[in-house]
Nanobody, 127 residues
Framework: QVQLVESGGGLVQAGGSLRVSCTASGRTSSTYAMAWFRQAPGKGREFVATISWSADDILYAESVKGRFTISRDNAQNTVYLQMNSLKPEDTAVYLC????????????????????WGQGTQVTVSS
């Protein structure tokens, strides 16, 4: 089994930056594609960014393209999301996700593609 733990959330003013991290523990050799999703109060889960195992395939939601950057360090079993030029509409719980098979090592924006989920970290952007 694999556990995903997010960190780095917090309160930031509009226009500011924040970096959130997600570290996998347990059977870490079994995490492949990883992604970030977010969920705002009263709304459904929304895709933010995804990165393949080899980091050669990266996808972003249109709403964050050019502002957010996803990266990973496989040696540290960690995926990062650097968020710049933050807007109040970016306020949400940010959730990390990962797949558990090499057959799913490609990036995907579909939530159903992922096998493991973290509990999330709150990001609040004030206007």
């Amino acid at each position: 089994q694999v556990q995903l733990v997010e960190s780095g959330g917090g309160l930031v003013q509009a226009g500011g930056s924040l970096r959130v991290s997600c570290t996998a523990s347990g059977r870490t050799s079994s995490t492949y594609a990883m992604a970030w999703f977010r969920q705002a109060p009263g709304k459904g889960r929304e895709f933010v960014a995804t990165i393949s195992w080899s980091a050669d395939d990266i996808l972003y939601a249109e709403s964050v393209k050019g502002r957010f950057t996803i990266s990973r360090d496989n040696a540290q079993n960690t995926v990062y999301l650097q968020m710049n030029s933050l807007k109040p509409e970016d306020t949400a719980v940010y959730l990390c996700a990962a797949t558990n098979t090499i057959r799913k090592s490609d990036a995907s924006y579909s939530a159903s593609y992922y096998d493991y989920w973290g509990q999330g970290t709150q990001v609040t952007v004030s206007s």
